[in-house]
């Protein structure tokens, strides 16, 4: 098994800046894909950025630019710098992995990931 356990998250103004963190614990051995996913009420659940052992990325249109992702294996940590933050970014962000070498788009889709950490609310005022 996996737990994931993210923090980092909450308010911030229009322009700002925020840092996600997400703690894995556990068979982290098994973890080849990581990303973060979001979800703002009445949406659906979305990626926002991936990546894949061996530091490939894939990010989000709506971020791509602005946000940041990285893993830091000797910490067993995963890193979201969020910049130039909009109101739109507000939302619950999700940290997730999965066993399976994830590149592209599929990265960012939420069936593509087995296990989930239990989110970060993400507050962006305008």
């Known amino acids: 098994q996996v737990q994931l356990v993210e923090s980092g998250g909450g308010s911030a103004q229009a322009g700002g800046s925020l840092r996600l963190s997400c703690l894995v614990s556990g068979h982290t051995s098994v973890v080849n894909s990581m990303g973060w996913l979001r979800q703002a009420p009445g949406t659906e659940c979305v990626g926002v950025a991936a990546i894949v052992n061996g530091g490939y990325t894939t990010y989000a249109d709506s971020v791509r630019g602005r946000f940041s992702i990285s893993r830091d294996n000797a910490k067993n940590t995963l890193l979201l710098e969020m910049n130039s933050l909009k109101p739109e970014d507000s939302a619950m962000y999700y940290c997730?992995?999965?066993?399976?070498?994830?590149?592209?788009?599929?990265?960012?889709?939420?069936?593509?990931?087995?296990?989930w950490g239990q989110g970060t609310q993400v507050t962006v005022s305008s």
């Open positions: 997730a992995a999965d066993r399976v070498f994830y590149y592209g788009l599929v990265a960012l889709s939420r069936s593509s990931y087995s296990y």
